[in-house]
């Protein structure tokens, strides 16, 4: 039977090459609509041609809405999207060379766009990522230095909290705000640290010192903070800098690049480059469980890793060469192709909505 | 951030490290009397300067842009960059000679053509692998198309003072003189400055909605110079000196970016080219010997960047030194042989220095038998690069090709013609030291080839004249450098895997009527259908689409009416549907486009000098257009000039 369904999905997706807008489920796919919905895809676009989009994907249908916001609203995404964060019913959008964030009720099919200007210099902050808090709060980090914290009901501006440089990922942990600061725009002369500021008093409380351009930051359930630094891509290499978020002291460095990081509680598939595979790294051991979930020596350019551990699929974006459109890929943890379908340019976040 | 910053670095070093200078002066008026009523075109290349002058032309791009082929990749606006390029190959492809000296850039290879004004201008010409033009150097042999200017006065003694004003908040006054000092020296100037604001009110679709915006942060500050001196030493040889400066200060708009505030980005550059050559032309054995030397300073400027000092300044200071000495020798009545050998220093000086030796070889031959003109041509290309510590480039290519023409008939004027060559395009320094680069690079080729048919006719009177020209090309590139992601954003691969396949065919056709002694009228129209498919690899989205920014079909009319001192002109230039990048779909679609300029010239003589107004109205339709994506060219726009000749 396996081996029926697996002829049957090899034969949809020779069909599935073939074909521009809809695309053919193969027979496999019924065991992700048990849980997913939709899958929503945040397509960066190319620096500079107002092609940032959103893809959707409807599972039971097997039908995509190609620039899905544009649909919404009228209008266009922007340029360089760059985060995304699906709270349902809430979809909220980075447009980073558009200096905006966008807001979508998936309910009502409303959207709303805040613009991330400095109002005194009259020039974009350069928005780069989202954190939502559990209080409701979107915690907004902008390449300028500074982080917003935007009230997602009247999706506003409330507070403007000065970080360090060019700050990327971001997270808010016992009533602190960690950021990375990346020091990026200063290369080849990185930063190296993470401002730590009280969210309630808005005052800087810590500055911790980690490796050169430090981009993500992770939680775990025993409340220690994981710090992904990438190195200068040159002689410096990446480390893993595991940090107390109580006494915000460095408890331990490891080798390890954990690029393109996808979190479920306390796993964190990321994509291993040295073996070419999605792999899994379990923050409560602080090691890594698995270095093979998935290997992918077919993706030419990974983007983005999702996982859906009800339905065992790991959806995986393929980026080409960043200028033409991308792919979705949806494998079984076998390595069994589930789904695919074509996204706008560079589709760097997959999120989906379930059924329950 | 890393793929800000690389973008930021690709496109800056595209966009400006060419030299994005521009310079935009008042036209010379074209004194009627001296040139004859009916124009003739010399061959389907040569961009008459009664032509340019009355199209929209401020500079040689646009100028070249109406010749047959040639497509213009424009920015947007008086400072936006300006490069051309032709039948489907890259502008790396086309050379730019200006008064036999090649202009170009190790940094980026093409260069910014918006910075060649065109006052002084007598000819403008585009060639093909043959050109008219005696003792050309050897680096002419590289490139298939090579645009050829020729600064010469149109008179020997005349001071003119321009004034041009218009939209866009221009002023533009100029100064050009040309005196004979005495038998054996002659010395021609020419001077603009050149300020605007660069303003201008243009639409753009968001979605279903249509807004109307000004472009902003686009204003210009040009001045230029330009000195000729002529010695002559003896009835054949002459001692030649050119000495040109070149001095911008603009804004740069940028893209239209949805919903952001204006950017602030800015140029700087300055340049000064100056050269010096000794030359023989009446002899059997025709030969020149010159050097040159050239330096520009840019300066990018971006205060909205985001690092620590909180703005972004890009500084690079290029420095040539050339030697260029060519020959011709005809060897029998009907055999001519031409040798050349360019040898040159240049060095980029941002951060640390990188210097290119080169020198360049060139053999060729050129034999009529009977109603047959076969020309031969051979090319030796060897560079040396220095990049300090780390890795440096070095390369010896041959290329070469032949080209025949065929007058079947000894009574009909009929031409049967075919070129084949093989040309190599060496790495620049932006893809060889700026990026980081995985491998190393060969240089890219390109083998091509053309046939066509000319037919060129005068009536019994004299006065009609037209000629028809259609021909068939044939273009692949190979080893085409092209850039590919890796996994890590910040380290791109740089490969020679690019492969295109290119053809089409282009028509030519003009007629030129003398009514009578005082009324003409002229006519050309050109027309170019090109496909340029994306071979590289089949398992790419873009595998045979057509490459980027490559119009399927472009089209260009001239109609000019002349009656004693006064000149109608209507042009019209036409670009059909392309794509901004190389994946064929719709999100990637760019429409074509029509735009049509209307000019009238008068000259009013006064005593013994001309006064000469012309009044340009470009796209009087108002047509909103984009050449490259998200950078709107202006809508209806007009200039007046006023010069006075005496």
């Known amino acids: 039977m396996k081996i029926f369904h697996l002829f049957i999905s090899s034969l949809f997706c020779c069909l599935l090459s073939c074909k521009q807008h809809e695309e053919v489920q193969p027979d496999n796919n019924q065991n992700i609509s048990i849980n997913i919905e939709d899958i929503y895809v945040l397509n960066e676009g190319t620096w500079q041609q107002n092609n940032a989009s959103l893809t959707r994907y409807n599972i039971s249908n097997a039908t995509i809405k190609e620039s899905y916001f544009e649909h919404l609203s009228g209008r266009e995404l922007g340029d360089v999207a760059n985060d995304l964060i699906l709270n349902y019913p809430h979809l909220f959008i980075v447009v980073n060379g558009s200096n905006t964030i966008e807001k979508i009720n998936l309910k009502t099919k409303n959207t709303t766009q805040l613009s991330i200007i400095n109002f005194q210099t009259n020039k974009g902050r350069s928005p780069r990522r989202l954190f939502l808090n559990n209080n409701g709060d979107l915690y907004l980090s902008n390449f300028d230095g500074t982080v917003n914290v935007i009230d997602t009901a009247s999706f506003k501006v409330t507070k403007t909290i000065r970080v360090g440089k060019n700050p990327e990922g971001l997270i808010v942990a016992n009533e602190k705000l960690f950021t990375c600061n990346s020091g990026g725009l ?12 009280s969210t309630s008093q808005i005052t800087s409380l810590d500055t911790i010192s980690v490796g050169i351009n430090p981009s993500n930051i992770f939680l775990n359930s025993e409340g220690y903070l994981f710090v992904q630094s990438n190195g200068n ?30 979190q479920i509680g306390d796993s964190l598939f990321y994509y291993n480059s040295d073996l070419n595979t999605i792999s899994l790294y379990d923050l409560k051991s602080k090691s890594i469980k698995n270095n093979n979930v998935l290997s992918i020596p077919f993706i030419e350019t990974l983007t983005a890793i999702s996982v859906d551990p009800l339905t065992q699929t790991i959806f995986v974006g ?22 695919s379908f074509d996204t706008g340019v560079i589709p760097s976040k997959i999120k989906f909505t379930t059924n329950n | ?25 008042s036209i010379q008026p074209v004194t009627i009397e001296k040139v004859s009523s009916t124009i003739i075109p010399k061959n389907e290349y040569d961009l008459q300067k009664e032509v340019f002058v009355n199209t929209p032309s401020q500079n040689v791009a646009e100028a070249s842009s109406w010749t047959p082929g040639i497509y213009l990749k424009d920015y947007g606006g008086i400072g936006g960059l300006k490069t051309i390029s032709s039948k489907g190959l890259s502008s790396n492809y086309t050379g730019v000679f200006l008064n036999g000296t090649k202009v170009e850039n190790t940094l980026s290879t093409q260069i910014d053509l918006g910075k060649f004004d065109l006052i002084g201008c007598s000819e403008v010409s585009i060639t093909q692998n043959t050109s008219k033009e005696l003792l050309k150097p050897a680096s002419f042999y590289i490139s298939p198309t090579n645009v050829v200017i020729n600064m010469k006065p149109i008179d020997s003694n005349f001071v003119n003072l321009g004034l ?37 009110p243009f639409q753009y679709n968001n979605g279903t909605e249509t807004l109307n915006e000004t472009r902003e942060g686009a204003d210009v500050k040009r001045f230029n110079t330009y000195i000729d001196h002529v010695y002559t030493i003896n009835e054949s040889i002459e001692l030649n000196t050119q000495i040109r400066t070149n001095y911008n200060n603009q804004g740069l708009p940028g893209a239209v970016v949805l919903y952001n505030p204006t950017s602030r980005q800015s140029l700087k550059s300055s340049d000064l080219q100056g050269s010096t050559n000794l030359i023989n032309t009446k002899n059997k054995l025709k030969w020149r010997t010159g050097f040159n030397y050239s330096q520009s300073s840019l300066s990018y400027l971006d205060t909205s960047y985001f690092n620590t000092i909180g703005y972004l300044q890009q500084d690079y200071n290029q420095y040539s030194y050339t030697s260029s000495n060519s020959i011709s020798y005809k060897i029998l009545p009907k055999t001519t042989l031409t040798s050349a050998v360019d040898y040159s220093l240049s060095l980029l000086r941002k951060d640390k220095t990188i210097n290119r030796k080169n020198t360049n070889i060139h053999i060729g031959i050129e034999q009529k038998i009977k109603s047959l003109n076969i020309k031969a041509f051979y090319l030796n290309q060897n560079i040396s690069d220095n990049n300090e510590d780390n890795s440096s480039y070095s390369n010896s290519s041959k290329s070469g090709g032949v080209s025949v023409k065929y007058y079947p008939f000894t009574t009909s004027p009929l031409k049967l013609y075919g070129n084949i060559g093989k040309y190599i395009r060496n790495p620049n320094f932006q893809e060889l030291y700026y990026l980081r680069v995985l491998g190393d690079l060969k240089p890219e080729n390109t083998s091509s080839y053309n046939l066509g048919i000319n037919y060129f006719r005068i009536n019994k009177q004299k006065n009609i004249s037209w000629s028809v020209d259609i021909k068939y090309f044939n273009n692949s590139v190979r080893d085409k450098i092209i850039s590919t992601p890796s996994q890590n954003l910040f380290i791109w691969s740089i490969q020679n895997l690019g492969k295109v396949d290119i053809q089409g065919f282009e028509s030519i056709v003009s007629i030129s009527i003398k009514l009578d002694s005082s009324f003409s009228i002229y006519y050309s129209n050109s027309y170019t259908y090109q496909q340029a498919l994306d071979k590289t690899s089949s398992s790419n989205r873009e595998y045979e689409n057509q490459i980027a920014y490559t119009p399927f079909d472009i089209s260009k009319h001239i109609l000019m009416l002349k009656h004693k001192k006064s000149v109608l002109t209507l042009s019209s230039m036409y670009n059909g549907i392309r794509y901004s990048l190389g994946e064929n779909i719709e999100a990637n679609l760019l429409n074509g486009w029509w735009v049509n300029n209307i000019s009238i010239g008068q000259i009013i003589p006064i005593k013994e000098s001309d006064l000469t107004i012309q009044f340009q109205l470009n796209n009087f339709f108002d047509k909103q257009y984009q050449i490259i994506k998200n950078f709107p060219m202006p809508g209806r726009h007009w200039y007046l000039t006023t010069s006075l000749k005496i």
């Open chain 1, 186 to 197: 200063d290369f080849p002369i990185y930063d190296s640290t993470i401002s730590v500021i």
């Open chain 1, 233 to 262: 891509y040159n002689d410096i290499e990446p480390k893993l800098y595991i940090i107390n978020s109580i006494s915000h002291k460095v408890e331990a460095i490891q080798s390890l690049s954990l690029s393109t990081p996808y």
């Open chain 1, 318 to 339: 393929e980026g080409y060469n960043y200028v033409s459109r991308g792919r979705v890929f949806g494998y079984s943890y076998e390595g069994v192709e589930k789904l």
């Open chain 2, 1 to 25: 951030m890393h793929k800000i910053l690389l973008y930021t670095f690709v496109f800056l070093n595209a966009y400006i490290l060419s030299a994005q200078v521009d310079s935009v002066i």
């Open chain 2, 164 to 200: 041009k004003t218009g939209s866009f908040g221009l002023i533009n006054p100029s100064l050009s003189a040309a005196t004979n000092l005495n038998s054996k020296n002659s010395l021609f100037f020419n001077s603009s400055y050149t300020t605007a604001n660069g303003k201008y």
